[in-house]
């Protein structure tokens, strides 16, 4: 006859999983109630599974090895195993066994006692005694070994990882990593204007530190969500072949039962891309009205470096009697308010003309333009000119300060 086994527990969890997570996904997978499962945790010795062959056993401790327990498969010669205490582990010895016939533990063969089997020809003592003292290192459980098993996941929890955090743990699905890639680029974009208008390298280097890893935890949990490791993620950072690896982690789907990694992703659902897709072109936009802020950032950094601020460079090479400054405007334009104010502000003798108002002015602006060879229909307002040079997209007061006729005043 074929042997049959059980499946034997100790009320013992494997180190770095939680045991009230192991508990609930037992009493889940076991439908029993919550004192029966404090039966099955008593540290008693508890039969789980009886009656099943070599295969079916070795599955179920695989199964439940997944979810954090000690479990050990014993031949099912023994007594019930679900009524009595665990027994003290022994050496067992021929002279050991009372009865008259013994049951070989490997095949299950019941015959006279003897020391080798007369169905499978196994030294029956000695097959017992390393059935037992594997049993044994089972139950010790080294941590090591438990180390290189990835953790189990909450099966009572929502699948996937949290969209937003800093851990590297779980999965994470197709379109949660879209709207996580937008989130991510919206918040980069808002620590660059923070960065231009605070002229903070403190603000600025945290907001691209923060960018950086929560790209790259998005790119290892959807790597694990294809059932690969996340160091494959280093991948996105390869100049041009970064590329590839993005439209392959954003398109490709990923696998639909669990993984080493945690439980299948919940869909997001088409409203969530929508959402992140709207979220994507409204950082396009933003990123399209902060641009005439960009072109302040070498100003800026000219500025940390020199420990000088623009405006007293400005009026230390300005020289009202020898600089002529001339503003190209629009009536509508608020920069050009703005950098009105600041001329008045340090005095500066300067000539203005709205374009929008003023067709000659318009014409020979044009004109000049095309002159300095600049593009006519993509230049920003206002339009500075410096002692004959065109200054267009609304320069600041250092690039400004360049073009003055001295360096220095005295």
């Known amino acids: ?20 997570v192991a508990r609930q996904q037992l009493q889940a997978l076991l439908k029993c109630s919550p004192a029966a499962l404090e039966q099955v945790f008593s540290g008693q010795r508890v039969g789980l599974r009886k009656g099943l062959d070599a295969d079916e056993a070795r599955l179920y401790q695989l199964r439940l090895k997944g979810i954090g327990l000690i479990v050990v498969i014993e031949p099912a010669v023994q007594p019930d195993v679900a009524q009595i205490p665990a027994p003290t582990v022994a050496e067992p010895t021929p002279a050991s066994v009372p009865d008259e016939t013994v049951s070989c533990p490997k095949c299950g063969e019941q015959q006279p006692r003897r020391t080798l089997c007369r169905a ?17 290192e089972v139950r010790k459980a080294p941590a090591e070994d438990a180390q290189a098993q990835p953790p189990a996941h909450d099966a009572f929890a929502e699948p996937g990882s949290r969209l937003l955090g800093l851990d590297f743990k779980g999965r994470l699905g197709r379109q949660a990593y879209f709207l996580g890639a937008t989130l991510g680029f919206a918040a980069l974009l808002l620590a660059g204007l923070l960065f231009v208008k605070t002229q903070s390298l403190i603000l600025g280097g945290l907001g691209l530190l923060l960018f950086i890893v929560y790209s790259l935890r998005l790119s290892v949990l959807r790597c694990h969500d294809l059932g690969r490791s996340g160091w494959w993620s280093l991948a996105t950072g390869i100049p041009y072949l970064g590329a590839i690896a993005g439209m392959i982690l954003t398109l490709m789907p990923g696998q639909k039962d669990d993984n080493n990694w945690g439980a299948q992703p919940r869909s997001l659902g088409w409203p969530a891309f929508a959402g992140g897709l709207a979220l994507a072109i409204a950082s396009i936009a933003g990123f399209a009205s902060m641009s005439a802020d960009l ?12 420990g000088s601020t623009p405006e007293a460079t400005f009026k230390a090479r300005y020289d009202a009697g020898r600089d002529r400054i001339l503003m190209y405007s629009l009536s509508t334009c608020g920069y050009c308010a703005e950098k009105r104010r600041l001329f008045d502000r340090l005095g500066v003798r300067y000539t203005e003309y709205m374009i929008d108002e ?10 000049r333009m ?41």
Request: a negative charge; aromatic letters at 6%; one cysteine or more.
């Open 1 to 20: 006859m074929n042997p049959v086994f059980n499946v034997v527990f100790f009320g013992e969890t494997l180190p770095g999983y939680d045991r009230a």
């Open 120 to 136: 499978c020809a196994t030294d029956m003592p000695r097959f017992q005694a390393a059935l037992e003292n594997a049993v044994r």
């Open 295 to 306: 072109y302040r950032l070498p100003a800026m950094t000219r500025q940390v470096h020199s």
């Open 358 to 367: 003023d067709q000659a002015a318009e014409d020979r602006l044009t004109s």
């Open 370 to 410: 095309r002159q300095a060879g600049l593009p006519v229909d993509a230049i920003g307002t206002p339009i500075i000119e410096v002692n004959g040079t065109l200054l267009p997209n609304n320069p600041d007061l250092d690039e400004i300060a360049r073009h003055l006729t001295r360096t220095s005043k005295g």
